[in-house]
């Protein structure tokens, strides 16, 4: 989505925009002319100049060995910890596999390990506060915050790690009876100042560059409202001039007021069998569209031909009782007491007609939110909700998308509940009307603020409604630690050179047994240390680096993981890696650890480095050598499928749900 920053053409999407535009100014520095249309990894980019973009990306993945290395040891002060963590890292084939496309995860998991080894630093600086090195990293911990949520939201689980550790460390100061209430309230406006105001200061900024770098029309208009629309160059909205007034014979578009509720819509084809009444379906959508059009006519009679000059105008009021007819299909605007095809207990909107000639089902009432019968409707201004006389209900946009056979467009009802919200609101945009004189837009401009709710309001909707498209392989939270299934990016057949993202087996599963055994670590420890058991310096040190640091890092595991069992919205094996970031920096503590406690229970100095030092290289070793075996699934395998006995990579398959 980078080809947009340079293109300078709107766009909707799900996420931020910091790692598109991030990607994009890398791609405009490198002569990169913004004309590929990047549909899926894998795709041949012939011509095009797409080095600067991939080196960026591998630049930044690369950046996350010596920031877990670092990170480690700090937290461990222990050297072969924190090279352990970066073996892992650097042998794994799923973080090379991400690092070395155009994705957005290298650039999330850069920021995610920047904040966390700012943390980490800022919290070893406690000892001296409001230093030099304090205040930069403190503030470097801010801006790797503002990075992390810039580029996904689930960057806001590393600022909930950094909220609480900033609440513990606080919390700690409170109890320090040396520290007066006045240095208190410096701490804490420091940590105010850094890692609240200048994150939503970064924050807010990327939003108000991308915002101005982005003002053409594009693909991702319709999912805002008609008030933002109109500042886009190109869009139909865009310093136009538009009749006022609302009149009989008008061509009309209406958009719900609802965040992303789309435009109302037909087209020919009609609802399922067993889905109400096999009618035509009326839907919300969320594009421009020539099945958007609707022409308003009186109730009772069909109104003149707009073409025809000595046809009188007529103004629609609050009040009056309309019909409304779709343009393309010559149908009415329908309900009637058939059950929605989605939400239980409102009734279905059809298309039901013939030129226009339908029955008393066809009538709806406009009312025009806070004004009195007779006033004039406004476009784009009013506020208006449409009542089906025969049932009473209101017509909305229940935000719910429908299955295939409704395009996956989103649901249009007649709810009997008259409580008034957004979605039972719609304005008109687009008015065509020659006979009528024109106003100019530009009045209706949001201002800053409001395009910022806007389009958070936009992304959070189009976050949750995220469904898999077709074939393609999606997953389940507990699928990811086992590392049941990966994801086909490139090649389908032995003819095709193929790249599999799946993380290095032997790394994944050692992180998962290191898991299991770092809680029975820590829980023996705390017990030993609760009964009073008398441990040397050395072991005392291990425990608080178990406690402490294994500790904080456990809990950036649990952060970054347990949230995706609550989520409703399509999941996919790539985002475990902000967390098996994690897990790979306590494999190293815990490892390390285990084999310090081993060595402290032996009595002759030369044993104890031996079984250290043993276990270690024998830990290295198999990460190594396990890359040899997996590393084609990275860069590339030709030849036979692996389900083929002559295939290199048969005997690799160690389990079915391996698609390579």
């Known amino acids: 989505m980078g080809s947009y920053y340079?293109?300078?053409?709107?766009?909707?999407?799900?996420?931020?925009?910091?790692?598109?535009?991030?990607?994009?100014?890398?791609?405009?520095?490198?002569?990169?002319?913004?004309?590929?249309?990047?549909?899926?990894?894998?795709?041949?980019y012939e011509q095009h100049n797409y080095m600067g973009m991939r080196g960026f990306c591998a630049f930044l993945g690369s950046c996350?060995?010596?920031?877990?290395?670092?990170?480690?040891?700090?937290?461990?002060?222990?050297?072969?910890?924190?090279?352990?963590?970066?073996?892992?890292?650097?042998?794994?084939?799923?973080?090379?596999?991400?690092?070395?496309?155009?994705?957005?995860?290298?650039?999330?998991?850069?920021?995610?390990?920047?904040?966390?080894?700012?943390?980490?630093?800022?919290?070893?600086?406690?000892?001296?506060?409001?230093?030099?090195?304090?205040?930069?990293?403190?503030?470097l911990t801010g801006v790797n915050l503002a990075g992390a949520t810039g580029v996904k939201f689930v960057g806001l689980f590393v600022v909930l790690l950094v909220g609480l550790n900033t609440i513990y460390n606080l919390w700690d100061l409170l109890g320090n009876l040396s520290l007066s209430l006045v240095m208190f309230g410096k701490h804490?406006?420091?940590?105010?100042?850094?890692?609240?105001?200048?994150?939503?200061a970064l924050y807010t900024a990327m939003f108000a560059v991308h915002f101005t770098v982005l003002n053409k029309s594009g693909p991702g208009d319709g999912f805002f409202s008609s008030a933002f629309q109109s500042q886009l160059i190109g869009n139909n909205l865009h310093n136009v001039s538009v009749p006022e007034h609302l009149a009989y014979g008008s061509v009309v578009t209406m958009k719900n007021l609802r965040m992303a509720g789309g435009y109302l819509h037909s087209h020919w084809h009609l609802y399922p069998e067993g889905i109400g009444a096999r009618q035509q379906q009326v839907t919300a959508y969320l594009h421009k569209d020539s099945n958007n059009l609707w022409i308003i006519k009186k109730h009772d009679s069909d109104t003149a031909d707009l073409s025809v000059p000595s046809s009188p105008v007529e103004f629609v009021r609050h009040g009056d009782i309309i019909r409304?007819?779709?343009?393309?299909?010559?149908?009415?605007?329908?309900?009637?007491?058939?059950?929605?095809?989605?939400?239980?207990?409102?009734?279905?909107?059809?298309?039901?007609?013939?030129?226009?000639?339908?029955?008393?089902?066809?009538?709806w009432r406009i009312e025009v939110v806070g004004r009195r019968t007779g006033k004039l409707i406004k476009v784009l201004r009013s506020q208006v909700r449409l009542t089906h006389v025969a049932t009473g209900c209101i017509l909305g946009s229940s935000g719910k998308t429908l299955p295939k056979w409704g395009w996956e467009q989103v649901e249009v009802t007649?709810?009997?509940?008259?409580?008034?919200?957004?979605?039972?609101?719609?304005?008109?945009?687009?008015?065509?009307?020659?006979?009528?004189?024109?106003?100019?837009?530009?009045?209706?401009?949001?201002?800053?603020?409001?395009?910022?709710?806007?389009?958070?309001?936009?992304?959070?909707?189009?976050?949750?409604?995220?469904?898999?498209?077709?074939?393609?392989?999606?997953?389940?939270?507990?699928?990811?630690?086992?590392?049941?299934?990966g994801l086909r990016f490139s090649g389908v057949n032995e003819t095709d050179y193929r790249v599999y993202l799946l993380g290095n087996p032997v790394i994944w599963w050692l992180n998962l047994v290191t898991i299991g055994l770092y809680l029975l670590i820590t829980v023996s420890t705390a017990v030993a240390l609760k009964r009073g058991i008398q441990l040397?310096?050395?072991?005392?040190?291990?425990?608080?680096?178990?406690?402490?640091?294994?500790?904080?890092?456990?809990?950036?595991?649990?952060?970054?993981?347990?949230?995706?069992?609550?989520?409703?919205?399509?999941?996919?094996?790539?985002?475990?890696?902000?967390?098996?970031?994690?897990?790979?920096?306590?494999?190293?503590?815990?490892?390390?650890?285990?084999?310090?406690?081993?060595?402290?229970?032996?009595?002759?100095?030369?044993?104890?480095?031996?079984?250290?030092?043993?276990?270690?290289?024998?830990?290295?070793l198999l990460i190594m050598y396990s890359f040899y075996l997996f590393h084609p699934l990275s860069y590339g395998m030709i030849g036979p499928m692996a389900s083929d006995p002559s295939s290199p990579m048969a005997g690799l398959r160690w389990m079915d749900s391996w698609e390579f």
């Open 414 to 485: 007649c709810t009997p509940y008259l409580k008034e919200t957004p979605n039972s609101l719609w304005n008109f945009e687009d008015h065509i009307n020659p006979k009528l004189p024109n106003i100019s837009l530009d009045v209706l401009k949001p201002s800053f603020a409001e395009i910022l709710l806007e389009s958070h309001m936009v992304m959070i909707r189009g976050n949750s409604g995220l469904k898999p498209k077709d074939n393609e392989v999606t997953s389940k939270p507990w699928h990811w630690p086992i590392n049941y299934q």
């Open 188 to 200: 804490l406006l420091a940590r105010v100042l850094c890692l609240i105001l200048l994150p939503l």
């Open 6 to 44: 340079i293109n300078r053409t709107f766009f909707f999407d799900v996420h931020p925009p910091l790692g598109k535009m991030l990607i994009g100014l890398a791609g405009y520095l490198s002569g990169y002319d913004g004309t590929f249309p990047f549909q899926k990894p894998g795709d041949r």
């Open 64 to 139: 996350l060995v010596p920031f877990a290395y670092l990170t480690v040891l700090e937290l461990s002060k222990s050297l072969p910890a924190a090279l352990l963590t970066a073996f892992i890292l650097i042998f794994d084939t799923g973080c090379i596999t991400l690092s070395q496309y155009i994705l957005l995860d290298p650039i999330l998991m850069f920021f995610l390990m920047g904040a966390v080894l700012s943390m980490v630093k800022s919290n070893s600086c406690a000892d001296r506060p409001f230093s030099a090195s304090w205040w930069f990293w403190l503030s």
């Open 324 to 363: 409304l007819e779709h343009k393309e299909t010559s149908r009415n605007l329908h309900s009637h007491q058939h059950e929605a095809p989605l939400t239980r207990k409102h009734f279905q909107v059809t298309g039901y007609g013939i030129n226009g000639t339908g029955d008393s089902n066809d009538f």
């Open 536 to 620: 040397t310096s050395e072991l005392k040190e291990l425990s608080r680096v178990v406690l402490h640091g294994g500790g904080q890092i456990m809990l950036g595991w649990l952060l970054h993981y347990l949230p995706f069992f609550m989520m409703g919205r399509v999941l996919y094996f790539h985002h475990y890696f902000p967390a098996m970031l994690f897990s790979s920096m306590l494999t190293g503590i815990t490892w390390d650890t285990l084999l310090k406690f081993c060595a402290a229970f032996l009595s002759p100095s030369t044993t104890a480095r031996k079984v250290y030092g043993g276990g270690f290289l024998a830990l290295v």
